[in-house]
């Protein structure tokens, strides 16, 4: 049936209703026939056979009706012919029922039984209803069922799809939208009706591109992925706010449709992320400041009062402020001083000072934390604060500079806000911090400056003040650019005269040839300093020798700005030097002679005696003489001895070696000689042990006779007293670095510079007299007179020597009055050796 059905053409079946009239006019033919026989043949009133066949007449008009109505419908061909075809068949088939009924009435009975024939009618027409009852049946339960799916696909799409947060189009084949949902109206700000059944392309390069940021963009990607219809296309678009939509951000995803009902069609889904785009803003938003505050912090171009600058405009961006300041704030005095403020509009300045009380701060302080708070959050009037308008909005955290508040930091603005959130809040503790550090590295960049500032004067003040240094700043390239007193004196030059002019001005010819100017500069830049001892020229071309030290000079930042130079005129001392090394010379030639030539001559007097005593041996005069000739002889010797020792001494004062000797064993020895030879009382006490030694060489013995000759020879007492006693003591000697023993006989100009001073443990022999005691003021000239009188062979040189040798050991002689009435005493220092070194 259904393929016979393809073969007709839309126009034929559009036309079946005409079957369905034509039956009705076939049928009436038979109520009209009746009535024509009626009153015809039977001679029946005309109303009568009308009032019969009324009913058939009805159906019969009202079947050709139904054909003419089925004309005007506005169905499908398929569904015109679907009545047509069920009306011709129940017709026919009926009719079929009634020829075989009457056919076998007429055969079996030879005639028709009208009332068997009505009944069969009512058969016919009850098994008829029983079909179409069960057709009717039938179709309603498939009604139900539709309307069961439909109300499901409505639950679906209503209840479900419409209630969630993405919009959905359904398009079909022909682009027609068969379905959206609700958030497709509320996310465009369209209405949801005026969408269906429209043309998707119409409406997503309409409705939707007006509602996008950037439309071209978007009907460009939506209508390619409608026309092609291929594949999925993704992208993002940013829907902006109007009275009738929110601002947000969608995600455009779509695919073809590929089977059911909309085969061919494509499903549109906008899914709404603008908490995420919201999110990365905001990222992006801090991540700008962030950086934009690093870049601020870490300009070097900037000055600190610019770049808090830059720093209250990054938090009113970040806040959304009118307002930002940064104050110094006095507690104890109550007041408010604004040190930078950016702002649109404010009645404060930089510079103005208000009342603390009158200020936000003043909270945030007494809590001294971060705080954010609305307007008037406690019991307090409102307050101006820099406009007549007052603030809605206030931020602000306070600034630490060692440990303590030096002010605040704020943010303020004439509309109310939500509240900040903790990242804001860091940012403006980050500004804070920095802020504070700054301010304590401005304060010890000040106090250093200051303190340089002080030594510099200081250094000015003595600089000016020395006059035996020539003390003068450089540039980078050399040229004077400072010249104290000292430098006049020493280099003939005024102020006016040498400065501007190169340093190598004051170098001879040669070494400016030689390039020792340029080369101590380089060095002084290298290493920080540069020494040189060499000839240098006076203004009036006299040369002089000099000892230089040039020192490179830095600012605060470390950057070489020049160099300082000392110059110290060293040419007497070098002259004195010379003259000592003449003299030295000199009593090194006097050594070899006294060595040499009179010991030698000494040895042969002493010869020709001992041959003259074997000669004259019986005669007593003549051996008298020789005996005496013998003595002198060998005092002499002694003499001699004692001086080449002294001489050695002084010779090699600065490398002299001493030795560890005993003490008791010598000074005992001068005592005994001393009461042999003079008639004097000695009280000897407290001596040391045996085994008790000091730093010394072999004229030790006559260190201690010439001090105890003294004390009885300058003793004009009636009877002479002599006291002689030891103690122990400690003393500050200069010590190699290298060696670690101690440097004597030598100027302090001339240590090295990593000697050290060392407290080492010292033996004192004290010898008293009861003579009339020596003046202070002589006291000192006493050991400097020199060579005294020669009061005993063998006793020539005195108090001199005893200092010079005391010198040479690395101790010292101190002269101080005795207890009593009168008489000194002397007191003789001897470094001991070290504990691990033995006694001789």
């Known amino acids: 049936m259904g393929a016979h059905q393809t073969q007709w053409s839309p126009t034929l079946l559009d036309r079946s209703w005409t079957g369905v009239s034509l039956l009705g006019f076939l049928l009436l033919l038979v109520p009209l026939y009746d009535i024509w026989d009626d009153t015809a043949n039977l001679s029946w009133d005309i109303a009568t056979s009308l009032l019969e066949n009324s009913v058939l007449i009805v159906l019969s008009l009202g079947l050709v009706y139904g054909g003419l109505w089925l004309s005007q419908r506005d169905w499908e061909p398929e569904y015109k012919w679907t009545v047509t075809k069920w009306n011709l068949g129940v017709a026919l088939g009926i009719g079929a029922l009634y020829v075989l009924v009457i056919s076998l009435q007429l055969w079996a009975m030879h005639e028709l039984k009208p009332w068997i024939l009505a009944l069969d009618g009512v058969l016919f027409g009850s098994v008829t209803a029983f079909g179409v009852g069960t057709y009717n049946a039938a179709q309603q339960k498939a009604r139900d069922d539709l309307e069961r799916s439909r109300e499901e696909y409505r639950t679906l799409t209503d209840d479900a799809l419409d209630s969630a947060e993405v919009a959905t189009v359904v398009s079909d084949a022909e682009h027609s939208i068969v379905w959206t949902s609700e958030a497709t109206a509320t996310y465009f700000g369209l209405d949801r009706d005026s969408i269906a059944d429209r043309d998707a392309r119409t409406i997503a390069e309409e409705d939707f591109a007006d509602a996008v940021e950037d439309p071209e963009t978007f009907r460009a990607r939506v209508l390619d992925a409608l026309d092609r219809n291929a594949g999925v296309e993704e992208f993002e678009c940013h829907v902006l706010a109007t009275l009738d939509r929110a601002e947000r951000w969608l995600k455009h995803w779509s695919k073809p449709i590929d089977s059911g009902l909309y085969e061919g069609g494509r499903v549109e889904h906008y899914t709404d992320i603008t908490p995420v785009k919201r999110r990365e803003r905001e990222l992006d938003r801090r991540e700008a400041s962030l950086r ?109 500079v060692d440990g303590e508040i030096y002010g605040s930091l704020c943010f303020l603005n004439r509309d109310a806000a939500t509240a900040f959130d903790d990242w804001e809040l860091t940012m403006v503790e980050l500004m804070s911090n920095w802020m504070g550090y700054e301010l304590e590295q401005e304060h010890r960049r000040e106090e250093r400056r200051k303190r340089l500032h002080d030594q510099a004067s200081k250094f000015e003040d003595i600089v000016e003040t020395v006059d035996n240094y020539a003390i003068f700043t450089l540039d980078a390239d050399g040229h004077v650019t400072s010249w104290n007193d000292g430098a006049r004196q020493i280099k003939g030059y005024t102020h006016d005269e040498i400065v501007g002019e190169h340093f190598q001005t004051f170098y001879p010819d040669a070494d400016v040839a030689d390039g020792l100017p340029s080369r101590l500069l380089a060095e002084a830049r290298e290493t920080g300093q540069a020494r040189h001892e060499g000839w240098r020229v006076r203004r009036d071309g006299d040369r002089f020798w000099a000892d230089v030290t040039i020192a490179a000079r830095h600012d605060d930042d470390g950057e070489h700005i020049g160099y300082t130079k000392i110059v110290e005129d060293l040419t007497e001392q070098r002259e004195r030097e010379r003259a000592l090394q003449r003299q030295r010379e000199r009593l090194e030639f006097m050594n070899r002679i006294i060595r040499h030539n009179i010991l030698n001559g000494l040895n042969l007097i002493n010869a020709r005696t001992e041959l003259l005593e074997s000669r004259f041996a019986d005669d007593a005069d003549a051996q008298t003489h020789l005996d005496t000739i013998s003595t002198r002889v060998d005092d002499l010797s002694d003499l001699i001895d004692t001086m080449r020792s002294f001489m050695n001494a002084i010779l090699d004062a600065e490398d002299h070696d001493t030795e560890a000797l005993a003490v008791r064993p010598e000074l005992e020895a001068k005592i005994a000689l001393a009461r042999q030879s003079y008639d004097a009382e000695f009280d000897v006490h407290d001596l040391p042990d045996e085994s008790e030694a000091v730093l010394a060489d072999t004229l030790l013995g006559e260190v201690f006779e010439n001090v105890i000759s003294n004390a009885v020879v300058h003793n004009d007492a009636e009877t002479p007293r002599v006291g002689i006693w030891t103690s122990t003591t400690t003393r500050e000697v200069p010590v190699g670095a290298e060696s670690g023993e101690p440097v004597v006989n030598r100027p302090v100009r001339q240590l090295d510079e990593e000697t050290a001073v060392e407290e080492r443990s010292a033996l004192v022999v004290h010898v008293a007299d009861n003579g009339p005691g020596i003046p ?25 020597l005893v200092k010079e040798m005391m010198d040479t050991y690395g101790g010292a002689v101190d002269i101080r009055d005795a207890d009593g009435d009168c008489g000194t005493v002397f007191d003789l220092i001897f470094l001991q050796p070290p504990t691990d070194e033995s006694a001789r």
């Open 292 to 400: 934009e505050m690093c870049d601020i912090i870490s300009d070097a171009s900037r000055s600190y009062h610019e770049q808090i600058e830059g720093l209250l405009d990054v938090g009113r961006d970040l806040f959304d402020a009118d307002y930002g300041s940064f104050a110094r704030v006095d507690s104890d005095a109550g007041t408010y001083e604004v040190e930078t403020l950016r702002a649109e509009q404010a009645d404060l300045e930089t510079g103005d000072v208000v009342p603390l009380a009158e200020t936000h701060c003043e909270r945030m302080l007494q809590q001294a934390k971060t705080l954010q708070f609305g307007t008037r959050p406690f019991d307090v009037d409102e307050k101006a604060y820099g406009t007549d308008r007052g603030f809605e909005t206030y931020v602000g955290t306070p600034v630490y």
């Open 776 to 800: 202070d003021d002589q006291k000192a000239a006493v050991l400097e007179k020199g060579v005294s009188e020669l009061k005993a062979p063998g006793n020539g040189f005195g108090l001199y």
